[in-house]
C-alpha cells in the first residue's frame, strides 16, 4: 500500500472521529496536518518520567535509572512513528524538543520551564499517578503550583499552544493493559477533579487544557495504549477550537 494511503488509514484512527465521507476526510487530512512537525515541551515533577517519555516517543528503552536532567538540556528533532496498531503506523516530526528536570529551581529559573515551553505548539505535562492519588493538585500541592505557574506562563508562550497532562507509572498500580478502563473507571472521582481544577487554575487559558491521560512509559502496551488516546485528545480539542460549531467532534473527557 501506499504510504500516504497508509497515513491516512491510520489517522483515520487518530482521529477517530464519527463521520462518514468527505467530513471523516478532512478530518483525516487535518490530524495529519495538525501532527505533522509540530514542536511538543515536556515538562513536570523530578522522576515523574519525562525523559522516558522522550524515549518512548524515540522507540528506545526508557532509562532505568533516573539521572535528574541538566538545566534546558536539548534533545535533537526527530520523528516520533506512532504505532497505532500492528502493521500501521505514522511518521510525526517533533522538532526541537527541550528536556529539563523537574525541581522548583529549574521551573522557575528563566532558562528553565519557560524557554522549554517557549515556541512549543503542545506541552505534556507529566506527572504521576501517585501525584493524583495523593492530591497534589490540590491546594498547594506540587502538581497545583506547576499549573499555577502554566497559568502565568502561557501569555508568554505560542498564543495556541495546548496542554495535555500525561499520568504516568500506572504500571505501579495495574498489571495489565487490559485493565486499564476498570483502573481508570476507579480513578474517576480524582480524574474529574484534576480536569476542574486544572481548567479553574489555567482561566481565562482553560481552553488550552485538553485532558489528562494516564500512561505507564514503563510498559509498552500500556504506553501503547494511552499515548494514542493522549494524541487523539488534543488534536480533538485543537479541531474544536478551530471549529466550535463542528457537531461531530467528540468531547474531550476528563481522562480516558
Ligand atoms: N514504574 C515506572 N517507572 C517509571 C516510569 N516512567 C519512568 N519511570 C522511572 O522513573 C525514574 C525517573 O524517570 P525519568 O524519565 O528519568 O524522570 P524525569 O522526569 O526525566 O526526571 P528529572 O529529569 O530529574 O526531572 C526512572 O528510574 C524511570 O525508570 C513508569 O511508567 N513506570
Ligand atoms: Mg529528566
Redesign the pocket.
Known sequence: MLPALTALRVFILLAALPGTGQHLARLVKGAYVFWSGKKIAVI??????????IARLQGRQ????????PLGERVKSFDVRLALTRRQSVNITCKGVV?V???VEYRDDPSGWLSVCKGADVIFY?MTVQDLVEKRFMAKGRVRSDLEWLQAALPQLDENALVHVLI??I??EIATHTRYEPFAMELAKELRALDRTAKRVLKPYEDRYTGATLI????KSMYTLAIHRAFRAVYSAFHEHESPNASSVQAIGAVT
Open positions: 513536570g515533577p523530578t522522576a515523574s518520567g519525562k525523559d522516558s517519555f526508557i532509562p532505568i535509572r533516573h539521572a535528574t536532567s528536556n528536570g523537574g525541581d507529566v504516568n507509572k504500571d505501579e505507564s512509559m514503563k510498559n
